[in-house]
């Protein structure tokens, strides 16, 4: 299973923390997947108001004082706007904020919504990456999941994607009640050997108020988190076979793939985000926007913030934060105040001894994914320190 914990990788990882992005939330779907708890919406009623509701929180945004590196757009199903107006709100982005020459603009996007014809419409827009929300190349899986394509469709729309794009991933989701691992290692190899970038696996996870958490307490059978573990396992060792190294705890890239904004929330860098629920990071303040579309609309066509609430944290919940988010990277974490902390810890040192937790010269890293958890919670057991 290689992992990317190189000299470059550690480089890549550490800088993206100096590197500011932008997201854009599109909330429309064709309908609502029984497991997605996204602040999204069936339809697109509202999309001409919400565009121009877009564009304006835009226009009132502060910009940075550097040029964007990565400017992301996800759901949601944004490709359930056409190009136009994707077009309109990424024009909007890159006038107040600046782009860098090699700034990344990527979408997300179904694969019922992408031909060669799309493809190249969005290409010409000025995305250079996108990222296929195929789930599995299974047509039971994908009914189960309540996936509006089939696995013909989402082979095609990879072809179409490879075509056209600089840089394709798809999502694959595991655990799904019913797949058999047979089934998804065959979804990880058909996506592999599609000549994919970059592989991003997904667990399925029961959310409460999804249609999905209601059958699963109505007696529909759940996620079983020790086929889970075995299907991580699998897909692991199927991407690093297929060349693809894993840099995040499941995402996986061909060198020069690895995604710059998610590097970028990984590093505690500063992203602004515009839409409903939109959640965002500016001079050590997160904030997010509130979740409903139509408030978010009736919100900023009436002049006021889309805000509903944010949290600064302080230097130790901040010092704490780097460590977790930087040890979801293969490449690891400067140790830092919390990470010295935490080696020397009860629970740390137990980590150590189980080969959870490796300590190389100033960095940590996590060498066993599957129980990171313990990491966590041994950091969040850490009694407020000096940093
Ligand atoms: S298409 Fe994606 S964002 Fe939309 S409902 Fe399904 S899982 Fe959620």
Redesign the pocket.
Known sequence: MPTDGGVAAVALAESAATKVAAYVHVPF?????P??D?A?VAGTDLADRYVSAICAEIQRAEPFDDPLAAIAFG???PTALGPRALEQMLAAIESRFGVASDVEISIEA?PEDLNPSTARELTAVGFGRISL?VQSFDDDVLSAL???HTADQAWEAVGAARDTFASVNIDLIFGTPGEQLRSWESSVITALESGIDHLSTYSLTVERGTGLSRAVLAGAPAPDPDLQAEQWLRAADLAGGAGMVRYETSNYARAGHAVVYNLVTWAQGEYAAFGNGAHDHRDGLRSWNVRRVDRYIERIEQGDSAKSGSERLGPWEREVERVMLGLRRAAGVRAGAAGQRLVTSEGGVALRDAGILEVAGDRLRIARPLLGDGVSRALLALAPGDC
């Open positions: 779907c064709r309908r609502i997947c497991y997605c996204f999204v759901g949601g199903t179904n929300g309540g996936r509006v």
